[in-house]
């Protein structure tokens, strides 16, 4: 039983969960933002926690594998290397892990943060979808909204 239960979690199968998975915490985010049970398990850490979990289970299954993590600082080295190292499904893995983590965190953050300014959700609908697809020009479009909204610019917060 533990066996087929093993072998059900491959790399492909938690690549799908992990798809699957963070969607409901982003259709919170976009829907149900005001609601407790969006405060509890999107806006807090426990969605941080639990990307961390898998991350660990993926390091130490791809440590058992053999995966040399020493060759993954070569990464900084060139943009071949990059390419190279993006060519294992186990580096690739952890790397989309990364990205939903900080994409939902900051999604989680402008959530706070038009609910602390008093912006109105519309306006920052928009920015929390550019944010599920690509991270920085979400919180770019968000940044630009704030500043238009609060008419000032805090560089620092």
């Not at 976009?30 to 969006?38: A, D, E, G, R």
């Not at 440590?63 to 190279?84: C, K, P, R, T, V």
Request: glycine share 4%.
């Amino acid at each position: 039983m533990i066996e087929q239960i093993y072998n059900y979690f491959s790399i492909e199968m938690i690549y799908l969960w992990l798809n699957l998975g963070v969607l409901p915490f982003w259709f919170m985010l976009l829907f149900f933002s005001q609601t407790k049970i969006c405060k509890i398990f999107v806006t807090s850490v426990f969605p941080i926690l639990v990307f961390a979990v898998v991350d660990l289970y993926l390091i130490f299954e791809i440590y058992n594998n053999g995966f040399n993590f020493l060759d993954s600082f070569n990464l900084y080295l060139s943009i071949d290397e990059l390419i190279n190292l993006f060519s294992d499904k186990s580096f690739v893995i952890l790397f989309w892990i990364h990205f939903l983590a900080i994409n939902l965190f900051c999604g989680s953050w402008i959530v706070r943060d038009y609910q602390k300014i008093g912006m109105p959700k519309s306006l920052a609908f928009f920015p929390i979808i550019l944010t599920y697809f690509i991270g920085p020009f979400g919180l770019l479009i968000y940044w630009l909204f704030r500043i238009f909204f609060s008419k000032r610019i805090d560089l620092y917060e």
